[in-house]
């Protein structure tokens, strides 16, 4: 009785504080190089970069284009810009919780952002520039608090600028350019202290040029050329 009460307790200890930190060591790796087979399987490949390089039987972190951090040896940047690919993102690119640097620019990557994109809290650049990426831009942008820099130029985006890009409160460049956006440039914007580049040209934007914050310390360019806004920017800001 009293054995098998011991051995009770044991198995709860052993439920309860080893397997799961044990499991989840396990995974992590294992996550990242599944979510970076996904998108492999996801794409057409024409130059055969990926086809040949990444494969299971090296490890992920050696892979053409992808880089892990040292403390963690976690995949933290993916770089795939220029390489003639052409397909979607798989939802399970929100699995990578470790990256920092995601950039596809230049390539025909198309259909919408998944949301699960959401997941990756850790991001500072994203750079989706020169695609063919749809849809609206979504407002869950808005939680990727860290970004740095967002690049969605030159895609098929539509509908208007979400009020949430007011959250990216360390946002430095900002690059909307090249889109089929409408309707009013969201005051939330001028609150972003940090920021340095804003181009929103060539778009279908309309209504008035939000005052500009006096706080815009770091700005060095603004660009709201071939839209339809009315008023212009104060003159004392420069
Ligand atoms: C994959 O690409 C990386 C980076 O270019 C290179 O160092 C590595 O040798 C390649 N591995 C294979 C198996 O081709
Ligand atoms: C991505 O890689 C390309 C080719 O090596 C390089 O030109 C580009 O600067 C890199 N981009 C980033 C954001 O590191
Ligand atoms: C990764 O993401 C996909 C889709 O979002 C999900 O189905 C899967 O369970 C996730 N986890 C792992 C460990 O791959
Ligand atoms: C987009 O990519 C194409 C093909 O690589 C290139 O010719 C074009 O200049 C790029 N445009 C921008 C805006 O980067
Ligand atoms: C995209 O392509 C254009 C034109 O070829 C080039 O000027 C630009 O640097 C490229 N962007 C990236 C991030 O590779
Ligand atoms: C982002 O902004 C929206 C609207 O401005 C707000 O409702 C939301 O709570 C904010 N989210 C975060 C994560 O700060
Ligand atoms: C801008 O920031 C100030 C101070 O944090 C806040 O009171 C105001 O509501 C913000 N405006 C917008 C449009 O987000
Ligand atoms: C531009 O805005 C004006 C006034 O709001 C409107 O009458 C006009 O139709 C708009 N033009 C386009 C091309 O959207």
């Known amino acids: ?10 198995l709860i200890i052993f439920q309860f504080s080893i397997r799961p930190t044990f499991s989840m060591k396990l995974t992590t790796i294992l996550t990242d ?4 087979l996904a998108l492999k399987n996801h794409v057409y490949d024409p130059e055969n970069v990926l086809e040949t390089n990444w494969s299971s039987s090296t490890h992920v972190c050696n892979w053409f284009r992808v880089s892990c951090g040292s403390r963690h040896h976690r995949v933290t940047a993916l770089n795939l810009s220029g390489l003639g690919l052409v397909g979607t993102l798989p939802p399970s690119l929100g699995n990578l919780s470790f990256l920092s640097l995601l950039s596809i ?3 025909s990557f198309h259909g919408r952002l998944p949301v699960q994109l959401s997941n990756l809290r850790r991001l500072k650049h994203l750079s989706f520039g020169n695609n063919s990426f749809s849809g609206e831009i979504p407002s869950w942008l808005g939680s990727l608090t860290e970004l740095r820099s967002l690049f969605l130029n030159h895609n098929n985006l539509n509908g208007v600028i979400p009020f949430s890009l007011g959250n990216l409160s360390k946002l430095e460049i900002w690059t909307l350019s090249g889109n089929q956006l409408f309707g009013s440039i969201p005051s939330s914007i001028f609150n972003i202290s940090s920021l340095q580049k804003m181009d929103l040209s060539n778009n279908m934007l309309s209504g008035s040029i939000p005052p500009v914050s006096r706080d815009l310390l770091s700005i060095e360019l603004i660009n709201f050329n071939i839209n339809n806004l009315t008023g212009h920017l104060s003159k004392d800001m420069f």
């Open 33 to 36: 190089q599944s979510a970076l």
């Open 105 to 107: 620019t230049n390539n």
């Open 1 to 10: 009785m009293g054995n098998t009460f011991l051995n009770l307790a044991l």
